[in-house]
């Protein structure tokens, strides 16, 4: 587990860092200026990072789902020479569903150059183009990978049922709540990416707007990536210490100025 764990933060990591940089920069300078080359390369790595990622996450689904259904399997079946080969083949899918893309998206001719977004999305590029053809062969690209992302979405919500089924048979409250605290907030985390790329891709033109598209984009390409860190380190006891302290720490001080802010008045 500990290995996926390095890997989806790698990939978390990447994510953030090829879209939020570039957006933070044009923000700054005032400007949304990117190169052909740039865009390009933008949309390259981050549908290869997130292809990849989505594939992780489906591998951890398994992952629990052996060690908690099949825990006398699990040092057989997950093995370091089986994870490594998974690992590779959640790159390698990230990398091919990538490289479709992309040399499919930019082999489109172009009448725009305005992308309307705060990085370099298909779906906003799309618009831009000036080839029917081209248009339509990409968006049949998309519709499959999201009959593929909506898949693999099926084979977690089935690997989490048998899983709930198997924990609620538990006779220890102690593990069935520790069972609950490891698969809940990765499912809240696949769920959040399904849903709102399926929206993202899927939502009528009618109800399309700028603000819709920006909100919907930020949830899918950004909040999973920096949720994950947050949701997944929930389970070390020293962090959640840790935490409690800073926010109790936090709140005293907030009540000292409050304190003293009426003192002051009063006199």
């Given amino acids: 587990m500990d290995f996926f764990f390095l890997n989806l933060a790698l990939l978390d990591l990447g994510c953030i860092s090829t879209t939020l940089p570039k957006a933070m920069a044009n923000a700054l300078g005032d400007t949304r200026d990117i190169t052909y080359a740039g865009c390009a390369a933008q949309v390259f790595f981050f549908l290869f990072l997130l292809g990849a990622e989505y594939s992780i996450l489906t591998i951890m689904s398994y992952d629990r789902y052996v060690a908690i259904c099949k825990p006398l399997h699990y040092g057989t079946l997950m093995n370091s020479r089986a994870c490594a080969s998974m690992a590779a083949a959640a790159w390698g899918s990230g990398l091919l569903y990538s490289l479709l893309h992309t040399a499919n998206t930019f082999s489109i001719a172009f009448c725009l150059s305005d992308v309307d977004q705060f990085f370099c999305e298909i779906a906003q590029i799309l618009k831009l183009s000036c080839s029917e053809s081209g248009y339509l062969r990409e968006t049949r690209i998309i519709y499959f990978s999201l009959c593929l992302i909506f898949g693999c979405f099926v084979f977690i ?33 696949v769920s959040l990416f399904v849903s ?8 009528p033109p009618s109800i399309s707007c700028p603000s ?5 984009a930020v949830l899918y390409s950004v909040v999973p ?14 962090l959640k210490s840790a935490l409690r302290k800073i926010l109790q ?9 409050v304190h003293h802010s009426l003192k002051t008045t009063k006199a």
């Fill in 157 to 189: 919500v089935v690997s989490y049922v048998q899983i709930f089924r198997a924990v609620l048979r538990m006779p220890s409250e102690q593990g069935r709540h520790k069972a609950f605290s490891t698969c809940l907030p990765h499912l809240a985390v």
């Fill in 196 to 203: 709102t790329v399926l929206f993202a891709y899927l939502k």
């Fill in 212 to 216: 819709l598209d920006l909100m919907a």
């Fill in 225 to 238: 990536p920096a949720l994950n860190p947050i949701i997944y380190s929930m389970r070390n006891q020293e």
């Fill in 249 to 257: 720490y936090t709140l005293l001080l907030h009540q000292k100025d």
